[in-house]
Protein backbone atom coordinates (compact mmCIF):
# COMPACT_ATOMS: atom_id res chain seq x y z
CA UNK A 1 0.00 0.00 0.00
CA UNK A 2 2.26 2.50 -0.77
CA UNK A 3 4.92 3.23 1.67
CA UNK A 4 2.56 2.87 4.41
CA UNK A 5 2.63 -0.27 6.58
CA UNK A 6 0.02 -1.68 8.47
CA UNK A 7 2.13 -3.29 11.69
CA UNK A 8 0.62 -2.44 14.83
CA UNK A 9 0.64 -6.26 15.64
CA UNK A 10 0.12 -9.63 14.54
CA UNK A 11 -3.63 -10.80 14.19
CA UNK A 12 -4.75 -13.55 15.32
CA UNK A 13 -7.12 -15.81 14.08
CA UNK A 14 -9.54 -14.64 16.76
CA UNK A 15 -9.00 -11.62 15.74
CA UNK A 16 -9.57 -11.91 11.79
CA UNK A 17 -12.83 -10.23 11.11
CA UNK A 18 -15.54 -12.33 9.32
CA UNK A 19 -17.00 -10.87 6.76
CA UNK A 20 -20.73 -12.78 6.65
CA UNK A 21 -21.14 -14.30 2.33
CA UNK A 22 -24.39 -14.18 1.12
CA UNK A 23 -24.58 -16.91 -1.54
CA UNK A 24 -26.35 -15.88 -4.91
CA UNK A 25 -26.87 -12.88 -6.02
CA UNK A 26 -27.82 -10.09 -3.43
CA UNK A 27 -31.79 -9.96 -3.40
CA UNK A 28 -31.87 -6.82 -1.13
CA UNK A 29 -31.48 -2.91 -2.23
CA UNK A 30 -27.94 -2.73 -3.12
CA UNK A 31 -27.09 0.08 -0.71
CA UNK A 32 -28.60 -1.74 2.40
CA UNK A 33 -26.01 -4.64 1.21
CA UNK A 34 -23.07 -2.79 0.79
CA UNK A 35 -23.74 -1.27 4.05
CA UNK A 36 -24.34 -4.15 5.60
CA UNK A 37 -20.97 -5.49 4.31
CA UNK A 38 -19.20 -2.52 5.77
CA UNK A 39 -20.52 -2.76 8.78
CA UNK A 40 -19.40 -6.71 9.17
CA UNK A 41 -15.64 -5.05 8.94
CA UNK A 42 -14.04 -5.24 12.35
CA UNK A 43 -14.29 -1.62 13.36
CA UNK A 44 -10.55 -2.33 15.05
CA UNK A 45 -9.17 -2.99 12.16
CA UNK A 46 -10.33 0.08 10.41
CA UNK A 47 -9.44 2.36 12.92
CA UNK A 48 -6.03 1.65 13.02
CA UNK A 49 -5.48 1.72 9.54
CA UNK A 50 -7.55 5.30 9.71
CA UNK A 51 -4.84 6.32 12.58
CA UNK A 52 -2.23 5.07 11.23
CA UNK A 53 -2.64 6.75 7.80
CA UNK A 54 -3.48 9.97 9.59
CA UNK A 55 -0.14 9.96 11.36
CA UNK A 56 1.73 9.06 8.53
CA UNK A 57 0.28 12.00 6.86
CA UNK A 58 -1.30 10.36 4.07
CA UNK A 59 -4.05 11.64 2.13
CA UNK A 60 -7.84 9.90 1.64
CA UNK A 61 -7.74 10.77 -1.91
CA UNK A 62 -5.24 11.87 -4.72
CA UNK A 63 -2.59 9.41 -6.83
CA UNK A 64 -1.20 7.89 -3.75
CA UNK A 65 -4.55 8.18 -1.60
CA UNK A 66 -5.71 5.66 0.85
CA UNK A 67 -8.98 5.20 -1.17
CA UNK A 68 -6.98 4.67 -4.28
CA UNK A 69 -4.93 1.85 -2.98
CA UNK A 70 -7.89 0.49 -1.20
CA UNK A 71 -9.54 0.16 -4.51
CA UNK A 72 -6.94 -1.60 -5.95
CA UNK A 73 -6.62 -4.15 -3.32
CA UNK A 74 -10.22 -4.79 -3.40
CA UNK A 75 -10.59 -5.07 -6.92
CA UNK A 76 -7.32 -7.45 -7.10
CA UNK A 77 -8.98 -9.43 -4.24
CA UNK A 78 -12.36 -9.99 -6.54
CA UNK A 79 -10.46 -10.95 -9.60
CA UNK A 80 -8.45 -13.25 -7.89
CA UNK A 81 -11.08 -15.17 -6.10
CA UNK A 82 -12.67 -15.00 -9.49
CA UNK A 83 -10.00 -16.68 -11.26
CA UNK A 84 -9.88 -19.33 -8.42
CA UNK A 85 -13.83 -20.15 -9.41
CA UNK A 86 -12.86 -20.36 -12.47
CA UNK A 87 -10.32 -22.92 -12.74
CA UNK A 88 -11.93 -24.88 -9.72
CA UNK A 89 -8.84 -24.88 -7.35
CA UNK A 90 -6.80 -22.42 -5.34
CA UNK A 91 -3.84 -20.88 -5.45
CA UNK A 92 -0.66 -23.67 -5.25
CA UNK A 93 -3.57 -26.43 -4.64
CA UNK A 94 -2.09 -29.42 -5.72
CA UNK A 95 -5.37 -30.42 -7.30
CA UNK A 96 -4.78 -28.14 -10.12
CA UNK A 97 -1.26 -29.91 -11.09
CA UNK A 98 -1.98 -31.30 -14.48
CA UNK A 99 -5.11 -30.42 -14.61
CA UNK A 100 -4.91 -28.96 -18.03
CA UNK A 101 -5.50 -25.34 -17.65
CA UNK A 102 -3.66 -23.47 -14.76
CA UNK A 103 -2.94 -19.50 -13.88
CA UNK A 104 -0.64 -17.90 -16.05
CA UNK A 105 0.50 -14.55 -14.40
CA UNK A 106 -0.46 -11.70 -14.37
CA UNK A 107 -0.83 -8.16 -16.49
CA UNK A 108 -0.78 -4.54 -15.53
CA UNK A 109 -3.81 -2.53 -16.48
CA UNK A 110 -4.58 1.31 -15.23
CA UNK A 111 -8.74 1.68 -14.49
CA UNK A 112 -10.33 5.02 -14.49
CA UNK A 113 -12.37 5.46 -11.40
CA UNK A 114 -13.94 7.94 -9.37
CA UNK A 115 -11.46 8.09 -6.76
CA UNK A 116 -8.60 8.15 -10.06
CA UNK A 117 -6.55 5.91 -12.12
CA UNK A 118 -5.79 3.18 -10.12
CA UNK A 119 -3.50 0.06 -11.76
CA UNK A 120 -4.11 -3.10 -10.71
CA UNK A 121 -2.80 -6.92 -11.71
CA UNK A 122 -4.87 -8.75 -13.61
CA UNK A 123 -4.79 -12.82 -13.42
CA UNK A 124 -4.32 -14.66 -16.45
CA UNK A 125 -4.98 -18.33 -17.69
CA UNK A 126 -2.71 -20.66 -19.76
CA UNK A 127 -6.16 -21.18 -22.56
CA UNK A 128 -7.55 -17.50 -22.16
CA UNK A 129 -10.61 -18.54 -21.37
CA UNK A 130 -10.62 -16.62 -17.87
CA UNK A 131 -13.81 -13.60 -18.49
CA UNK A 132 -13.48 -11.48 -15.60
CA UNK A 133 -16.79 -10.40 -14.34
CA UNK A 134 -15.53 -7.12 -11.92
CA UNK A 135 -13.38 -5.86 -14.25
CA UNK A 136 -14.41 -6.89 -18.23
CA UNK A 137 -11.53 -7.68 -20.59
CA UNK A 138 -10.84 -4.43 -22.51
CA UNK A 139 -12.80 -2.24 -19.96
CA UNK A 140 -10.72 0.71 -18.74
CA UNK A 141 -13.44 2.89 -17.37
CA UNK A 142 -15.01 1.82 -13.46
CA UNK A 143 -17.90 2.51 -11.54
CA UNK A 144 -19.60 5.57 -12.40
CA UNK A 145 -17.16 7.51 -14.41
CA UNK A 146 -19.01 7.38 -17.89
CA UNK A 147 -22.07 8.48 -15.87
CA UNK A 148 -20.34 11.98 -15.19
CA UNK A 149 -18.52 12.49 -18.30
CA UNK A 150 -22.51 12.15 -19.63
CA UNK A 151 -23.62 14.12 -16.69
CA UNK A 152 -20.83 17.24 -16.99
CA UNK A 153 -21.63 17.08 -20.40
CA UNK A 154 -25.90 17.93 -19.96
CA UNK A 155 -24.56 20.45 -18.50
CA UNK A 156 -23.20 22.20 -20.54
CA UNK A 157 -19.21 21.79 -20.37
CA UNK A 158 -17.44 21.02 -24.02
CA UNK A 159 -15.37 18.08 -24.23
CA UNK A 160 -12.10 19.80 -23.63
CA UNK A 161 -13.87 21.04 -20.40
CA UNK A 162 -14.59 17.79 -19.37
CA UNK A 163 -10.99 16.78 -19.95
CA UNK A 164 -9.74 19.34 -17.88
CA UNK A 165 -11.63 18.72 -15.31
CA UNK A 166 -11.18 14.89 -15.02
CA UNK A 167 -7.31 15.40 -15.66
CA UNK A 168 -7.76 18.19 -12.74
CA UNK A 169 -9.57 16.19 -10.05
CA UNK A 170 -9.12 12.65 -10.87
CA UNK A 171 -5.64 13.05 -12.43
CA UNK A 172 -6.76 10.91 -15.34
CA UNK A 173 -6.10 11.88 -19.04
CA UNK A 174 -8.90 11.15 -21.33
CA UNK A 175 -8.84 12.41 -24.89
CA UNK A 176 -11.62 14.40 -26.42
CA UNK A 177 -12.40 11.96 -29.16
CA UNK A 178 -13.04 9.53 -26.00
CA UNK A 179 -15.38 11.47 -24.33
CA UNK A 180 -17.11 11.90 -27.45
CA UNK A 181 -17.54 8.40 -27.62
CA UNK A 182 -18.67 7.85 -24.30
CA UNK A 183 -21.35 10.83 -24.85
CA UNK A 184 -22.48 8.79 -27.62
CA UNK A 185 -23.42 6.00 -25.67
CA UNK A 186 -26.81 8.39 -25.43
CA UNK A 187 -27.65 8.26 -29.18
CA UNK A 188 -29.78 4.95 -29.11
CA UNK A 189 -31.97 6.10 -26.37
CA UNK A 190 -32.42 9.20 -27.63
CA UNK A 191 -33.94 7.58 -30.73
CA UNK A 192 -35.96 5.89 -28.50
CA UNK A 193 -37.01 9.09 -26.44
CA UNK A 194 -37.31 10.96 -29.76
CA UNK A 195 -39.82 7.78 -31.30
CA UNK A 196 -41.83 6.64 -27.81
CA UNK A 197 -45.45 6.74 -27.98
CA UNK A 198 -47.69 10.02 -26.54
CA UNK A 199 -50.38 10.74 -24.64
CA UNK A 200 -53.60 10.94 -26.33
CA UNK A 201 -54.37 14.62 -25.45
CA UNK A 202 -52.79 17.24 -24.06
CA UNK A 203 -53.87 20.97 -22.08
CA UNK A 204 -51.12 22.48 -23.97
CA UNK A 205 -48.41 22.46 -26.00
CA UNK A 206 -46.00 25.24 -26.20
CA UNK A 207 -43.69 25.16 -29.73
CA UNK A 208 -40.92 27.35 -30.52
CA UNK A 209 -37.70 26.55 -31.91
CA UNK A 210 -34.05 27.44 -31.60
CA UNK A 211 -30.75 28.25 -34.29
CA UNK A 212 -27.38 26.70 -33.64
CA UNK A 213 -24.60 26.67 -36.29
CA UNK A 214 -23.85 22.97 -37.98
CA UNK A 215 -20.51 22.69 -40.08
CA UNK A 216 -22.47 21.12 -43.38
CA UNK A 217 -19.90 22.02 -45.94
CA UNK A 218 -19.84 25.48 -44.49
CA UNK A 219 -21.03 26.65 -41.31
CA UNK A 220 -24.84 27.93 -41.51
CA UNK A 221 -27.60 28.82 -38.78
CA UNK A 222 -30.35 25.49 -38.66
CA UNK A 223 -33.39 25.77 -36.69
CA UNK A 224 -33.91 22.91 -34.03
CA UNK A 225 -37.91 22.79 -33.31
CA UNK A 226 -38.66 22.25 -29.64
CA UNK A 227 -42.41 20.96 -28.49
CA UNK A 228 -42.48 21.24 -24.64
CA UNK A 229 -46.24 19.92 -23.29
CA UNK A 230 -48.27 20.16 -20.24
CA UNK A 231 -49.20 16.97 -18.99
CA UNK A 232 -53.19 16.40 -17.87
CA UNK A 233 -51.59 15.73 -14.44
CA UNK A 234 -49.81 19.13 -14.25
CA UNK A 235 -46.19 17.66 -15.25
CA UNK A 236 -43.86 18.99 -18.11
CA UNK A 237 -42.95 16.63 -20.76
CA UNK A 238 -40.41 17.84 -23.81
CA UNK A 239 -42.10 15.88 -26.99
CA UNK A 240 -38.77 16.07 -29.23
CA UNK A 241 -36.40 18.00 -30.85
CA UNK A 242 -36.23 18.24 -34.66
CA UNK A 243 -33.52 19.53 -37.12
CA UNK A 244 -35.12 21.62 -39.87
CA UNK A 245 -32.90 23.69 -42.75
CA UNK A 246 -33.03 26.91 -43.60
CA UNK A 247 -34.88 29.29 -41.65
CA UNK A 248 -37.75 28.78 -39.69
CA UNK A 249 -41.10 27.92 -41.64
CA UNK A 250 -44.93 26.88 -41.14
CA UNK A 251 -44.10 23.59 -43.49
CA UNK A 252 -41.47 22.31 -41.62
CA UNK A 253 -43.79 23.01 -38.18
CA UNK A 254 -46.38 20.85 -39.65
CA UNK A 255 -44.36 17.81 -40.25
CA UNK A 256 -43.21 18.43 -37.03
CA UNK A 257 -47.49 18.59 -35.90
CA UNK A 258 -47.86 15.49 -37.92
CA UNK A 259 -45.16 13.28 -36.33
CA UNK A 260 -46.80 14.03 -32.76
CA UNK A 261 -50.40 12.96 -34.39
CA UNK A 262 -48.67 10.04 -35.38
CA UNK A 263 -47.09 9.24 -32.24
CA UNK A 264 -50.70 9.48 -30.48
CA UNK A 265 -51.45 13.31 -29.84
CA UNK A 266 -55.16 13.05 -31.27
CA UNK A 267 -55.90 16.43 -29.62
CA UNK A 268 -54.76 19.07 -27.83
CA UNK A 269 -56.88 22.00 -26.25
CA UNK A 270 -54.16 24.65 -26.43
CA UNK A 271 -51.14 25.32 -28.53
CA UNK A 272 -49.11 28.16 -27.11
CA UNK A 273 -46.60 29.72 -30.52
CA UNK A 274 -45.07 32.95 -31.95
CA UNK A 275 -46.58 35.03 -34.31
CA UNK A 276 -44.95 32.91 -37.16
CA UNK A 277 -46.51 33.66 -40.48
CA UNK A 278 -48.94 30.58 -41.66
CA UNK A 279 -48.22 28.59 -38.31
CA UNK A 280 -52.07 28.96 -37.19
CA UNK A 281 -53.13 27.05 -40.49
CA UNK A 282 -51.03 24.44 -39.79
CA UNK A 283 -51.76 23.45 -36.64
CA UNK A 284 -55.12 23.82 -37.60
CA UNK A 285 -54.46 21.04 -40.04
CA UNK A 286 -53.28 18.74 -37.48
CA UNK A 287 -55.91 19.35 -34.62
CA UNK A 288 -58.50 21.51 -36.12
CA UNK A 289 -60.41 21.66 -32.31
CA UNK A 290 -56.91 23.08 -31.05
CA UNK A 291 -57.33 27.00 -29.85
CA UNK A 292 -54.12 28.88 -31.32
CA UNK A 293 -52.69 31.29 -28.72
CA UNK A 294 -50.20 33.65 -29.60
CA UNK A 295 -47.24 34.62 -27.69
CA UNK A 296 -48.11 38.17 -25.49
CA UNK A 297 -44.12 38.67 -25.25
CA UNK A 298 -43.44 38.00 -28.86
CA UNK A 299 -46.05 40.04 -30.15
CA UNK A 300 -45.19 43.02 -27.54
CA UNK A 301 -41.42 42.72 -28.67
CA UNK A 302 -42.83 42.53 -32.30
CA UNK A 303 -44.28 46.08 -31.41
CA UNK A 304 -41.29 47.48 -30.35
CA UNK A 305 -39.40 47.36 -33.22
CA UNK A 306 -41.81 49.55 -35.70
CA UNK A 307 -41.37 52.13 -32.80
CA UNK A 308 -39.39 54.97 -31.71
CA UNK A 309 -36.93 53.65 -28.51
CA UNK A 310 -38.23 57.25 -26.86
CA UNK A 311 -42.11 56.16 -27.45
CA UNK A 312 -41.17 52.48 -25.86
CA UNK A 313 -42.16 53.40 -22.20
CA UNK A 314 -45.35 55.15 -23.01
CA UNK A 315 -46.57 52.25 -25.89
CA UNK A 316 -46.57 49.65 -23.34
CA UNK A 317 -47.92 51.82 -20.56
CA UNK A 318 -50.79 52.03 -23.27
CA UNK A 319 -50.80 48.71 -24.51
CA UNK A 320 -51.13 47.60 -20.93
CA UNK A 321 -54.87 47.65 -20.66
CA UNK A 322 -55.37 45.83 -23.57
CA UNK A 323 -53.92 42.56 -22.86
CA UNK A 324 -54.89 42.70 -18.37
CA UNK A 325 -58.42 43.46 -20.15
CA UNK A 326 -61.12 41.26 -17.90
CA UNK A 327 -62.74 40.20 -20.96
CA UNK A 328 -62.24 40.29 -25.13
CA UNK A 329 -64.77 43.31 -25.60
CA UNK A 330 -63.22 45.03 -23.22
CA UNK A 331 -59.95 44.65 -24.78
CA UNK A 332 -60.80 45.70 -27.98
CA UNK A 333 -62.42 48.94 -26.40
CA UNK A 334 -59.04 49.06 -25.03
CA UNK A 335 -57.18 48.72 -28.16
CA UNK A 336 -59.26 51.15 -30.00
CA UNK A 337 -58.12 53.80 -27.30
CA UNK A 338 -54.62 52.89 -28.25
CA UNK A 339 -55.18 53.01 -32.21
CA UNK A 340 -56.32 56.31 -31.90
CA UNK A 341 -53.48 57.64 -30.05
CA UNK A 342 -50.75 55.73 -32.45
CA UNK A 343 -51.93 54.88 -35.40
CA UNK A 344 -50.84 57.94 -37.00
CA UNK A 345 -47.59 57.69 -36.12
CA UNK A 346 -47.11 54.08 -36.09
CA UNK A 347 -49.51 52.18 -38.24
CA UNK A 348 -47.76 49.08 -38.32
CA UNK A 349 -48.23 48.45 -34.66
CA UNK A 350 -51.89 48.88 -34.88
CA UNK A 351 -51.64 46.36 -38.24
CA UNK A 352 -49.33 43.87 -36.11
CA UNK A 353 -51.88 43.82 -33.63
CA UNK A 354 -54.90 43.79 -35.74
CA UNK A 355 -53.53 41.03 -38.39
CA UNK A 356 -53.23 39.02 -34.94
CA UNK A 357 -56.05 39.80 -32.60
CA UNK A 358 -58.22 36.13 -33.17
CA UNK A 359 -54.65 34.49 -31.99
CA UNK A 360 -54.00 37.02 -29.15
CA UNK A 361 -57.32 37.06 -27.26
CA UNK A 362 -58.28 33.37 -26.59
CA UNK A 363 -55.82 33.75 -22.96
CA UNK A 364 -58.39 36.55 -21.98
CA UNK A 365 -61.65 33.53 -21.97
CA UNK A 366 -59.67 32.14 -18.85
CA UNK A 367 -58.82 33.15 -15.11
CA UNK A 368 -56.00 35.20 -13.91
CA UNK A 369 -54.02 32.13 -12.75
CA UNK A 370 -54.45 30.15 -15.73
CA UNK A 371 -53.87 33.31 -17.99
CA UNK A 372 -50.08 33.63 -16.86
CA UNK A 373 -49.29 29.92 -18.01
CA UNK A 374 -51.09 30.09 -21.77
CA UNK A 375 -50.26 34.09 -22.65
CA UNK A 376 -46.99 33.36 -23.17
CA UNK A 377 -44.35 30.37 -24.13
CA UNK A 378 -42.60 31.73 -21.23
CA UNK A 379 -42.93 27.91 -20.36
CA UNK A 380 -40.34 27.09 -23.50
CA UNK A 381 -37.71 29.58 -23.06
CA UNK A 382 -36.34 28.54 -19.93
CA UNK A 383 -36.07 25.36 -21.81
CA UNK A 384 -34.73 27.45 -24.80
CA UNK A 385 -31.94 29.38 -21.67
CA UNK A 386 -30.58 25.72 -21.21
CA UNK A 387 -30.28 24.81 -24.84
CA UNK A 388 -28.87 27.74 -25.69
CA UNK A 389 -25.98 27.56 -22.72
CA UNK A 390 -24.62 24.13 -23.94
CA UNK A 391 -25.31 25.33 -27.27
CA UNK A 392 -23.27 28.72 -26.64
CA UNK A 393 -19.98 26.54 -25.35
CA UNK A 394 -19.55 25.16 -28.47
CA UNK A 395 -19.80 27.55 -31.42
CA UNK A 396 -20.68 24.89 -34.02
CA UNK A 397 -20.91 21.21 -34.05
CA UNK A 398 -19.91 19.20 -36.66
CA UNK A 399 -22.90 17.78 -38.03
CA UNK A 400 -26.67 17.61 -37.59
CA UNK A 401 -26.73 14.49 -35.03
CA UNK A 402 -23.81 16.05 -32.87
CA UNK A 403 -26.33 19.04 -32.22
CA UNK A 404 -29.16 16.82 -31.30
CA UNK A 405 -27.10 14.71 -29.18
CA UNK A 406 -25.90 17.47 -26.78
CA UNK A 407 -29.57 18.94 -27.00
CA UNK A 408 -30.90 15.91 -26.11
CA UNK A 409 -28.47 15.63 -22.93
CA UNK A 410 -29.46 18.83 -21.57
CA UNK A 411 -33.11 17.63 -21.72
CA UNK A 412 -32.19 14.54 -19.70
CA UNK A 413 -30.30 16.96 -17.03
CA UNK A 414 -33.11 18.87 -16.49
CA UNK A 415 -34.66 17.98 -12.93
CA UNK A 416 -32.51 15.43 -11.78
CA UNK A 417 -34.13 15.00 -8.34
CA UNK A 418 -37.71 15.69 -9.88
CA UNK A 419 -38.42 18.86 -7.29
CA UNK A 420 -39.54 21.24 -10.38
CA UNK A 421 -41.72 18.80 -11.63
CA UNK A 422 -43.28 18.52 -8.55
CA UNK A 423 -43.83 22.46 -8.53
CA UNK A 424 -44.73 22.92 -11.47
CA UNK A 425 -47.48 19.93 -11.13
CA UNK A 426 -48.72 22.19 -7.64
CA UNK A 427 -48.82 25.22 -9.69
CA UNK A 428 -50.57 24.17 -12.23
CA UNK A 429 -53.41 22.21 -10.15
CA UNK A 430 -53.33 25.18 -7.86
CA UNK A 431 -54.54 27.05 -10.68
CA UNK A 432 -56.55 24.65 -12.76
CA UNK A 433 -58.58 23.70 -9.25
CA UNK A 434 -59.04 27.74 -8.88
CA UNK A 435 -60.14 28.39 -11.87
Known amino acids: MGNVKIVSRAMTDADTPVVPVQAGPAQTDPQVTAQALAEALDPRVVARLAAQARAQGLSLLGRDGLLRQLTKRFLEATLDAEMEE ?79 HLAQVYGAAVSKDHISTITDRVLDTMGDWQNRPLDSVYPVIFIDCIHVKIRDGQVANRPI ?70 CLIHLLRNSFTYA ?63 RKIVCSTNAIESLNARFRRAVNARGHFPTEQAALKILYLAVTSLDPTGKGRTRWSNRWLSRHEAR
Do not use: M
Open 86 to 164: HLGYGKHDPVGRNGGNSRNGKRSKTLLTEVGPVDIEVPRDRDGSFTPGVVAKRQRRFGGIDDLVISLTAKGLTTGEVAA
Open 225 to 294: YVALATTADGGKDVLGLWAGDGGEGAKYWLRVLTELKNRGVADVCIVVCDGLKGLPAAIGEVWPQAVVQT
Open 308 to 370: SKADWGQISKDLKPVYTAPSEQAALDAFAEFGSKWERKYPAIVRLWTNAWSEFVPFLRFDTEI
